[in-house]
């Protein structure tokens, strides 16, 4: 049994389960140094652009968490993103509760509603488009929530008065959220890095590739899934919090919105969906384009947008598996070559 | 009492057919494409525009523009579907979501660069009167409006089950691979309905320009509205479609009558999760997917 499972396994893993190659060593130790010193060599514009892009890419591992690695495609996460801002926004404005403490309450907000959310759909056995819809329901339905309720603040939202004071997760300088942004971004990707290593994060895989061959060789899947799920909506709270302490105001119309659940799968789709760095890469990617056009066609109002978004219908067509895809096929492309005419396999 | 009753629900069965015909774009495309059109809002939006402009510049009366907008929208499909959506027809559904998604941003954009943000609408003349019947205000734009869904209904169901090309779309919508060994151009097929799908769309947004005013991003309002619809409905059924329009119509105006406005679209979503969790397959749909 566990033989035919450990096959299974290998089979539909395939190379994904292979070590870091030099080069890439290189590029993250360089990226990482960058990063690290960046508060002390560029400018405050410059900083704004880094942490958008590292708050992007931690958004992005967050799904890539549950969608990219147990194939559970969500197109709701905006709900949990939201719920995460508003739970440490309130409790700080209204019970002077420090947002390091809101955050872990965002968590656990966060993880209750996605339990709910992850129950109803998996034990009515929802997949792919239908999963979706569910979860993007369930973000507008927040957004009208919060756009309704007195006690959320309704449409005007949440803002928080600015106090320089670390304790209550505000730094002066960019560096703090620089370094803050580093922090969770290094964790959830070291996180995902050990989980595909782990049984759990191989049936993840497994049930992304074929859940009935799953389910047939003895995994739980609904446990699998739950467990993805709850652990992406929590991660995803936390950046909810990061958002709503950089910006110091949220409303129903910017965390709520399915435009937060796009950024968050861009990057992995351009990036590579399933693979531990693809999401890095890809919000490495698209947001300096966004910030390129938004400066460069600042005069014609939606021109950056139209830029953006033909930008993204190409990549999807051009490169279906990301970046990390294209690069694994011309390593594969290398390999198969044989080093010279004779050359036979295995001798 | 009752008379504010029986106009809500005059109006939601009108409001409703409009949003039947979108939805049946988005029903026809997931029937034989199994993707989910997230364009379709900015597609409506489009059809808007495109009538507005006819009327504003020539002066043509959007009923009479209607041929018109059917051929462009329906070569805007065509078009869309050869260029952008053919390359990633086995692609995963994330992949589909987010291209569909990428030319919603496209063409909501590509509204705003050339018309600017500022609202726009369509006054016609002897059509802003209601009728008034026992006391219930009929909108003349929404009764022709309803009128023409009606039409357009039978025109696809005839469209798609009494012609060569429709039977077509239908085998290549229950199985693809089958079409194709029997010499059906899939490609060209698939091309063909998603240009029926948009064409749809872009009627609606010509039926919905009278009634509302007209700006960039209008159609993503309608959107989640067609999935529901085209859910509920049962993906790929025209008269689910339509009778599953017709009902959301109703729910939403009765719970913009009892609850506000704002607190009526919660129910519409709640029926959506309720539908998808219980009856994926829809209204009249079998019981497996």
Redesign the interface.
Known sequence: MSNITGDFLKRAVGRKNKGMSVPGILLLTAATVFVIISPQILSNYRLNLIITILRIAYLAQCWNLMSGYCGQFSFGHAAFFGIGAYTSSLLYTELGVTPWIGMLAGMAAAGVIGSIIGVLSFVYNLKGDYFALVTLAFAEIFRVIARNTPFLKAAQGVSITYKKDWTQMQFSGKAGFVYFGLILLALITLFLYILQRTRTGQYFIAIRENEDAARALGINTFRYKMTALVLSAMFTAVAGTFYAQYYLHIDPEIVFISEVSVDAIIPCILGGVGTVFGPIIGACIIEPVSEFTNVHFASLPGMNMVTYGLILVIVIIALPNGVVGLADRIREKRARRPLSPNATEGV | MAIPILQSLFDGILMGGVYALAALGVSLI?GVM?I?NFAHGALITVGMFVTYELYAALHVNPYVSLPIVIAFMFALGFVIQRV?IN??IN?????Q???T??????L??????MF??NYKSITLKGFDQAINIGGIAINKPKLIAFGIVVAASFFVYILLNRTDTGHAISATSVQREGATLMGIRVERINAIAFGIGVACAGVAGTLLAPMQYIS?TVGEGFQ?KC?IIA?FGGLGNIWGAVAAGLIIGVVESMASLALGG??S??VI??I??LV???K?TGLFGRKT?
């Open positions: 997931f199994k989910t952008t390359p990633i692609a995963p559904s994330h992949n979501l987010l291209l998604q990428g030319l919603s941003i496209v909501e954009n590509l509204l705003l660069v600017t943000a960039p989640l999935f859910v704002s607190w679209e919660m979503y709640l959506f999760i998808l969790l219980f994926p997917r």
